[in-house]
């Protein structure tokens, strides 16, 4: 197949600078946990990338100073000598595939703790720094700092044209590096020349930009990486008032303006959100006060969409960091026209989540993500099978379906066989709660791929007992028929089952997902789970006219949602809904019409009422069929069936992302040996330094 050509202008080489992007696919820098602390893995990730075609391969942000220390976040550094060994080798394996290598320089000044380093943080302002709240403040900056700074930022420039870098990236966005912050009026009272006015806030940036371009403009594009608007109307920068001044003001310093909107949170909204394509609005100036290229994000997955902002001028350069995590062959399937193959983003930041975890990112569509070097997994390449071994899956849930695709392309013979009607388990479920429609995309995807598998059959509507999966005769059986809400409460908090979770009127996500309501009007959700389901729960139950309580033990309502970004737009929209938020409050016994929870603050107990319950606590695993083929094994000793397995939340019930990984796991370990006690990947490994005498 070749390219439809559409999409010719995607492929269209541009100029930045000195330099020429082969494409438009601009892999902007995203944190990715794995950096310096898992660098094999961090360079592995982007050489695939460049392999499936990102034109730009740029990345994470990377502190140059060691009073700007991101520890504990495994972002990239560049301190020392030390640390041109392995941005010398990403810069490589960007290389080989005929793309551009971006660095993205950063200090993030009063935002860091310097918890590795020690040092002092530096900033605009005296004033107590940002990240994990620490009892650790920044100091002001004087002449000397801001000199010492700028020499540093030029040193970098230089250390990284020298190391093989195509672009430097000055980077000033989501309100977390020191331009950032000495651009802001909230963060600068300074009263010399940095502070004041725009001009005077603008000042570093300035010179930076033009000290980056004297030292290494020759050889490296010099990249704006700016937030125009921090969406906070009047308290920051708005795209048609400073946002807007200080690019004019900028124009064309750069070779690339690369805009977006800040702060992190705003910049990658989740799909509950935000659609693709939100930033245009903010970003669509741009292009108007400057001549030169301009890129902006907003999770781009659809070339059409991509093709579009480009030809109504509101960018050149498509910018994706989501996006290339969930496809990194994204602009090789556009370019060979196998559109049906992208597997498009869900906008979920199971990624970031990850990453703000400190633990190498996962992702919800790609299972191969962070396992390129680790494991030597490809995206896209599986290795064959050696043998046209027939390979039962009961269950097409996400884990089923990834087994049975992942399985298929090895080629495998591969039956997959699930009870209902409707493919996609789970996935099929929660894409109709509201937001989450995107969320069908994992099982679009898979079940696309397997029906152009001749090798790979589907039968829906079939539940398979024991006794069945036998009969089949299959050499190698999967069992991944996921798993079911708890309704006892049973969880985090509550290790034994509440009064009354027995009654017909208290229910479990499972329940409202098979479309069943609460008896009455007020119902009281019980949340340990803390992350999405009892939020959208609460917001469906609410838009359908419920008086909804939500109440968890944590301090923070939906406390996980704040590693993928959402909390506070989850909490403003439960609040929106007229959701009654009961934190720090745990469940005690359910009654009729009634609750009793308990304050865990002020260690008392408190009476609500409540005409139905809905528990989002925990799940337990649906392997009774498991254990009944188990069983049938030990009656029928030479049924022929070689492995039998748990796969998904058959085996653990755990997020989308994990059910897809161990689904594409068992796909690829099928037909080895594996034995579980040894390590099963390859690990990184420190340079431990000779004893000294
Ligand atoms: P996972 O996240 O592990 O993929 P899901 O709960 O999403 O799990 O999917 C499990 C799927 O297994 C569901 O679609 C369910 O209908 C199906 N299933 C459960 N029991 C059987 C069975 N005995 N035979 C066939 N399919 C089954
Ligand atoms: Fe997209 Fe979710 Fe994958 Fe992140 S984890 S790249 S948001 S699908």
């Known amino acids: 197949m070749s390219r439809d050509p559409r999409y010719d202008i995607l492929f269209e080489p541009l100029k930045i600078g000195p330099v020429t992007a082969p494409n438009r696919f601009y892999q902007v820098p995203h944190c990715n946990g794995m950096g310096r602390v898992y660098p094999n893995a961090m360079i592995g990730m982007r050489g695939t990338k460049a392999e499936g075609g990102w034109g730009i391969v740029c990345t994470e942000q990377c502190d140059f100073l060691a009073s700007g220390d991101a520890s504990p976040y495994a972002e990239t550094n560049m301190w020392d000598t030390g640390d041109e060994i392995y941005l010398g080798r990403m810069v490589e394996e960007v290389h080989r595939?005929?793309?551009l290598a971006g660095i993205e320089l950063v200090h993030n000044g009063h935002d860091t703790p310097n918890l590795y380093s020690r040092e002092i943080p530096i900033g605009p302002m005296h004033r107590p720094m940002n990240w994990s709240l620490a009892p650790i403040q920044a100091r002001a900056m004087d002449k000397a700092d801001v000199r010492d700074y700028r020499r540093a930022h030029k040193a970098a420039a230089i250390r990284a044209r020298d190391i093989g870098f195509d672009i430097v990236i000055v980077y000033a966005g989501h309100d977390g590096t020191v331009p950032s912050h000495f651009l802001a009026k909230r963060h600068n009272q300074r009263t010399?020349?940095?502070?004041?006015?725009?001009?005077?806030?603008l000042r570093l940036y300035r010179e930076l930009l033009e000290e980056t371009k004297e030292a290494v403009g020759g050889d490296t594009a010099v990249v704006v990486r700016f937030a125009v608007d921090e969406m906070m109307g009047p308290d920051g920068l708005e795209w048609h008032g400073e946002g807007r001044e200080a690019v004019e003001m900028l124009a064309e310093i750069p070779d690339l303006w690369d805009v977006n909107v800040s702060d992190w949170d705003n910049d990658s909204k989740t799909s509950r959100f935000a659609p693709e394509g939100y930033q245009e609005e903010y970003v669509a100036f741009v292009k108007q006060v400057t001549s030169k290229p301009v890129s902006t994000v907003g999770r781009y997955t659809s070339p059409d969409a991509m093709v579009s902002a480009i030809r109504r001028g509101i960018v050149d350069l498509i910018g994706a960091a989501r996006p290339s995590i969930a496809d990194p062959f994204l602009p090789k399937k556009v370019e060979e026209g196998r559109l049906d193959d992208i597997r498009e983003c869900i906008g979920c930041n199971v990624c970031v989540g990850w990453t703000q975890m400190t633990a190498p990112a996962r992702c919800t569509q790609n299972p191969?993500?962070?396992?390129?070097?680790?494991?030597?997994?490809?995206?896209?390449?599986?290795p064959p099978a050696q043998t046209d071994d027939h390979v039962l899956i009961v269950g097409a849930g996400p884990a089923g379906l990834e087994a049975a695709r992942a399985a298929?392309?090895?080629?495998?013979?591969?039956?997959l066989a699930e009870a209902d009607e409707e493919l996609g388990g789970r996935v099929t479920r929660e894409s109709k709660l509201p937001g989450l429609a995107a969320w069908a995309r994992v099982r679009d995807y898979r079940v696309g791929q397997i029906q152009r598998m001749a090798n790979v059959e589907v039968y829906r509507e079939s539940r398979l007992t024991a006794d069945q999966v036998l009969e089949l005769g299959a050499d190698h059986v999967a069992i991944a028929t996921g798993a079911t809400w708890r309704r006892d409460g049973y969880g985090r908090h509550l290790t034994s089952p509440v009064p009354g979770t027995d009654q017909a009127h208290v229910l479990t996500p499972d329940d409202i997902m098979a479309g069943r309501r609460p008896p009455g009007t007020k119902v009281l959700l019980f949340d340990d789970d803390h992350y999405y389901m009892a939020s959208i729960i609460a917001e469906l139950l609410s838009t359908e006219g419920y008086e909804v309580s939500l109440a968890t033990p944590q301090a923070t309502i939906a406390e996980w949602m704040k590693h993928?970004?959402?909390?506070g737009a989850n909490q403003e929209r439960l609040l929106d809904a007229g959701v009654d938020l009961l934190p720090n409050t745990t469940l005690l016994a359910v009654e009729t019409g009634r609750v009793l929870l308990a304050d865990s603050l002020r260690r008392r107990e408190v009476e609500r009422l409540a005409d139905g319950v809905v528990m989002v606590t925990s799940r337990m695993p649906e392997d009774g069929l498991y254990h009944d083929v188990l069983q049938a094994l030990d009656n029928a000793p030479d049924a022929g069936m070689r492995t039998l397995r748990r796969v998904g939340d058959c085996q653990a019930p755990g997020i989308i992302a994990t059910a897809n990984y161990e689904g594409h796991r068992y796909a690829r370990e099928l037909g080895a040996e594996?034995?579980?006690v040894i390590v099963p990947f390859q690990r990184e490994r420190h340079v431990i330094e000779p004893a000294t005498s």
Request: proline share 5%; aromatic share 14%; hydrophobic share 25%.
């Open 674 to 676: 594996v034995d579980p």
């Open 192 to 201: 010399d020349e940095y502070g004041g006015s725009l001009e005077n806030r």
């Open 564 to 567: 993928t970004l959402e909390q």
């Open 368 to 382: 191969t993500f962070s396992e390129e070097w680790r494991k030597g997994w490809h995206p896209e390449n599986l």
């Open 408 to 415: 298929g392309l090895r080629g495998f013979r591969v039956t």
């Open 97 to 99: 595939y005929g793309s």
